[in-house]
């Protein structure tokens, strides 16, 4: 298994809220589903260096409680599962439909200031080949990723 990990990002919610919002993936609905017309959220990641138009493949992505289904171009849909939680300090998912297997780690910490820090951490299982072609952009991916999180209004 490889494994990449995002930079700890910091969210200006406490922890209590942060794993709230993403140990029960239905919380993430009202976000998804307003994504595409949130010019905040569109600014925001065109400021991060990123194409704000990924906001309007949200609209594809599916929920359940436990689970999320993202439509991947030229892989079809990849699905996880949340498989453990651990109250305020972690969420994991592991891969249910997916090209390459694996399991994904959203960690929260409160931090000094009362808000909370957080890190992600995807462990692939990886071909030689496949590693070298694709690493270098799941480790952007997971990065991109945890941005994203990070921007969600987590109290609201």
């Avoid at 494994?3 to 239905?26: D, F, G, R």
């Avoid at 991060?48 to 991947?72: C, E, H, K, M």
Wanted: aromatic share 6%.
């Amino acid at each position: 298994m490889t494994q990449y990990e995002s930079e700890v990002k910091q969210i200006a919610a406490p922890v209590n809220a942060v794993y709230a919002k993403l140990s029960n993936l239905e919380n993430l609905r009202p976000f998804i589903d307003n994504a595409g017309n949130n010019d905040a959220l569109r600014s925001q990641i065109e400021a991060a260096g990123y194409d704000a138009s990924v906001l309007d493949s949200l609209r594809d992505v599916q929920l359940t409680a436990d689970s999320i289904a993202i439509p991947a171009p030229m892989v079809g849909q990849v699905s996880m599962r949340i498989c453990e939680r651990e109250e305020n300090k972690c969420v994991k998912f592991e891969t249910e439909q997916s090209p390459v297997s694996g399991n994904l780690w959203i960690q929260v910490l409160p931090s000094s200031d009362g808000g909370t820090r957080m890190k992600l951490t995807l462990r692939a299982d990886l071909n030689p080949m496949i590693k070298m072609m694709i690493g270098g952009k799941l480790k952007e991916g997971i990065n991109k990723f945890a941005d994203m999180l990070a921007m969600i209004p987590y109290q609201s």
